[in-house]
């Protein structure tokens, strides 16, 4: 039994996971942030498994989506990189809502993520050295050189164009996870990808993997591929993140 509620943390709306009867303990706390056009509810199974295996999870609405969505799709369409960094940034924001009310079991706390929310949870591991750990499904670690083909806020032909480009983009610099392999490897972390993703390249999620393993900073990565997968999450996919935090977390 699981007990799920809607609730404002840090003036962001999010969806409230936990056990049963354990809603004011101190738990180990799961942020998890979904997918780019997506929403917390979309999301929300990973709340509830994660919570039937004993965690407090917390899926908050990323700004221009649910809760915080306007309806303008053509603008969202253009601030996906925007997002990404702004979710990262709020993360400090949540963490302490959480441990204001008491919520949060020691050190245990950590980000997952699916697609862009994956990528939000490696940034956030990157860029926050007392996260726990952070589990990424289906994102990527190389945010400057993916954000030249994957939803690019402007059209960049000309050398005007691509100086426009590399100016709106250059605020992401300092949050890109391949900058910092060596924040990466001092915790655990999970990959998951499907191979035949058509939208995110499964070959982001080698690269990384590979990166972290040639440089032996792989001693706590735990990478896994799903054969003739596309974009989605599998319940094999789920099943993994689970079995992952009930180890390391």
């Given at each position: 039994?699981?007990?799920?509620a809607?609730?404002?943390?840090?003036?962001?709306?999010?969806?409230?996971?936990?056990?049963?009867?354990?809603?004011?303990?101190r738990?180990?706390?799961?942020?998890?942030?979904?997918?780019?056009?997506?929403s917390k509810?979309?999301?929300?199974?990973?709340a509830?498994a994660?919570?039937?295996?004993g965690?407090?999870?917390?899926l908050?609405d990323?700004?221009?989506?649910g809760?915080?969505?306007?309806?303008?799709?053509?603008?969202r369409?253009?601030?996906?990189?925007?997002?990404?960094k702004n979710?990262?940034?709020?993360?400090?924001?949540?963490?302490a809502?959480?441990?204001?009310?008491?919520?949060v079991a020691?050190?245990?706390?950590?980000?997952?993520?699916?697609?862009?929310?994956g990528m939000?949870?490696?940034?956030?591991?990157?860029?926050?050295?007392?996260l726990?750990?952070?589990?990424?499904?289906?994102?990527?670690g190389?945010?400057m050189?993916?954000s030249?083909?994957?939803f690019?806020?402007?059209?960049?032909?000309?050398?005007?164009?691509k100086?426009?480009?590399?100016a709106r983009l250059?605020?992401?610099?300092?949050?890109?996870?391949?900058?910092q392999?060596?924040?990466?490897?001092?915790?655990p972390?999970l990959l998951?990808?499907?191979e035949?993703?058509?939208?995110?390249p499964?070959?982001?999620?080698?690269?990384?993997?590979?990166?972290?393993?040639?440089?032996?900073?792989?001693?706590?990565?735990?990478?896994?591929s799903?054969?003739?997968?596309?974009?989605k999450?599998?319940?094999s996919?789920?099943?993994?993140?689970?079995?992952f935090?009930?180890?390391?977390?």
């Amino acid at each position: 039994m699981i007990e799920l509620a809607t609730e404002q943390l840090a003036g962001i709306e999010c969806i409230h996971a936990s056990p049963a009867g354990q809603r004011q303990a101190r738990l180990p706390t799961i942020l998890f942030y979904h997918g780019f056009t997506s929403s917390k509810e979309v999301y929300s199974y990973f709340a509830v498994a994660l919570a039937q295996a004993g965690f407090r999870v917390v899926l908050p609405d990323a700004d221009m989506h649910g809760a915080r969505y306007n309806g303008d799709t053509d603008m969202r369409m253009t601030h996906f990189w925007d997002i990404l960094k702004n979710n990262i940034d709020e993360v400090p924001q949540l963490e302490a809502a959480l441990r204001e009310k008491d919520w949060v079991a020691d050190t245990r706390f950590a980000v997952a993520g699916a697609s862009m929310g994956g990528m939000t949870a490696l940034g956030a591991m990157a860029r926050y050295p007392h996260l726990h750990s952070a589990a990424c499904m289906m994102g990527s670690g190389y945010f400057m050189q993916l954000s030249q083909t994957l939803f690019p806020p402007l059209v960049a032909r000309t050398p005007e164009q691509k100086a426009a480009l590399s100016a709106r983009l250059a605020p992401l610099a300092p949050y890109d996870p391949c900058q910092q392999l060596d924040a990466l490897a001092n915790r655990p972390l999970l990959l998951w990808h499907g191979e035949a993703d058509e939208v995110v390249p499964f070959a982001e999620t080698v690269r990384l993997a590979r990166a972290l393993r040639e440089t032996q900073r792989d001693r706590q990565l735990t990478f896994l591929s799903e054969k003739q997968i596309g974009h989605k999450i599998t319940p094999s996919a789920l099943t993994a993140l689970v079995s992952f935090f009930k180890h390391h977390l």
